[in-house]
């Protein structure tokens, strides 16, 4: 596939972000993008606002930043909405969840923060159990539902002037879905979404919605949602990136920075054990069991996939990995993940690592929302459709082609994202072969 600088349409106008959810992620990028086009604040922890891009020769000295170097749309240019079951504005969300020093971050953009009500979501708590709201669509059809939903995309672009959408869910973890034969092809999702199927929850209808809409989707949870064989087909139908999923922010994160350690130096592991307290809202919907069994499937998944037990199977192959959450309200937002690690190295001598990270889940994950915001729009603008691995340095669960596994690698996906970039901008891919710095 063959692609040049010239193919990118420019970030002109203004880019409407739909956030699903607006709670303690959704406020939090609402608030900190407004503070930060104040100069009130930093955008830490964003790629697209602080990294800079390697290009040519380790002697040439061009090292750009990202955003100089591909043309993203700058964050004076977003535009934000949100749909939530709960009417709160962003003002009274962010207030709510916690995260944000009410006087430094909350109440100097307080009057912005006000502006940003919530449209009625798409709600049914046979999905998401422990969480319960009024600001919902009447009953109706799954069919008139998504309706209602592409209607909200075309006003909100409409009224707000905007030249170009991006819709992410930030809203709860759904409960545990396989795959079925619902989701397997166009025709089938659309006859499942007329049947009322229940094989159809929410998150796929707002996703549905969007794509129909020619909107890319990112889906920032574990749900299904986008990663199916018929929303691909949709997305590609109708030329849309998607990008999914689950925000990778915290303990896997350091998951995959850790593993891929282990294996470079061929260090064995007997066993990994990871829990977390937390005490926010997403906590409380992840004590639902089945909410639970939706982030364990992308929270189990990373380990057999970077240490390749079947390649090594005196080193990986009886490993004991284990993941707990825990809903703990006196700590908020405030998460606290530990991890003991049981390895093994020369002679098989056993030692650990114990990680405690003190994190703050919606600190962590407010600048991927971001990234990914203006990262997707850029695909878009670039005629890139479908499954947009490359992103896959910001999710637990990344979603690729079929046939292939998934790249957990913290420092490959990196690699990977910043040669995406430079190929779209048709510069040089960087190998770090470096033989030519020794050739007389
Ligand atoms: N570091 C992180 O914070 C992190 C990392 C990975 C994934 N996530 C995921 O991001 C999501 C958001 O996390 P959070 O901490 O903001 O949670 P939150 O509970 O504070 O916010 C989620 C919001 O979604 C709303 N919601 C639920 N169902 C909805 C629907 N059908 N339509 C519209 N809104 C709906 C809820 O009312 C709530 O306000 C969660 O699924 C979480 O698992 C977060």
């Known amino acids: 596939m063959e692609t040049s600088k010239d193919h990118i349409k420019p970030a002109a106008g203004r880019l409407g972000v739909l956030t699903v959810g607006l709670g303690a992620v959704a406020s939090t990028v609402v608030a900190g993008v407004e ?42 240019q977003l535009v934000f909405g949100a749909w939530d079951p709960i009417s709160d504005t962003a003002y009274e969300a962010a207030l709510k969840c916690g995260v944000l020093d009410r006087h430094a971050h909350v109440e ?30 009447p009953k109706a059809s799954k069919r008139d539902l998504a309706e209602a ?11 707000h002037s905007c030249d170009r959408m991006v819709v992410i869910w930030c809203a709860s973890t759904e409960i545990f879905l396989e795959p079925g034969p619902a989701h397997q092809d166009l ?21 549905y919605a969007a794509l129909k809409e020619g909107v890319p989707f990112i889906n920032g949870a574990p749900n299904l949602t ?23 922010s915290g303990q896997t994160l350091l998951k995959t920075v850790l593993a891929p350690m282990l294996k470079a130096r061929m260090l064995g592991l007997q066993g990994w054990y990871s829990t977390n307290i937390l005490g926010n809202r997403d906590g409380e919907v992840l004590d639902d069991p089945d909410s639970f069994r939706t982030k364990e499937q992308t929270k189990l998944g990373v380990l057999d996939h970077i240490l390749q037990p079947s390649l090594y199977p005196q080193l990986y192959g009886d490993v004991h990995h284990k993941v707990r959450i825990n809903y703990y309200p006196p700590r908020g937002d405030s998460k606290e ?7 093994f190295g020369w002679l098989g001598y056993p030692m650990q690592i114990k990680v405690d990270f003190l994190c703050r889940d919606s600190i962590l994950a407010a600048p991927l929302v971001l990234d990914l915001v203006l990262f997707t729009d850029l695909a878009q603008r670039a005629g890139l459709k479908g499954v947009q691995e490359w992103l896959s340095f910001y999710f637990k669960s990344p ?3 079929p046939g292939l596994y998934p790249e957990h690698d913290l420092f490959i996906q990196q690699t990977k ?18 033989m030519e710095y020794y050739q007389d």
């Open 226 to 248: 986008v990663d199916v064989p018929a929303m691909v087909e949709l997305a590609r139908t109708t030329g849309v990136p998607i990008a999914g999923k689950d925000f990778k």
């Open 149 to 159: 939903l592409r209607e909200d995309i075309r006003h909100f672009k409409e009224a």
């Open 417 to 434: 994202l910043k040669n995406t970039l430079r190929w779209l901008m048709g510069e040089e891919q960087i190998t770090h072969l470096g």
């Open 35 to 76: 503070l930060i086009r104040r100069g009130l604040a930093e955008p830490i922890g964003s790629l697209t606002q602080m990294g800079t891009i390697r290009l040519g020769k380790r002697t040439d000295g061009r090292v750009p930043l990202i955003r100089d170097f591909v043309p993203l749309a700058g964050i004076d």
């Open 187 to 207: 025709q089938a999702l659309e006859a499942a979404i007329d049947a009322n199927d229940e094989s159809v929850p929410p998150s796929m209808l707002y996703a």
């Open 337 to 343: 993940g530990w991890d003991n690690i049981d390895i």
């Open 108 to 137: 100097p953009i307080a009057s912005e923060l006000k502006e940003i009500e919530p449209m009625p979501a798409v709600f049914d708590r046979s999905y998401v159990r422990r969480l319960d709201g009024l600001n919902v669509k």
């Open 399 to 401: 979603q690729h082609a």
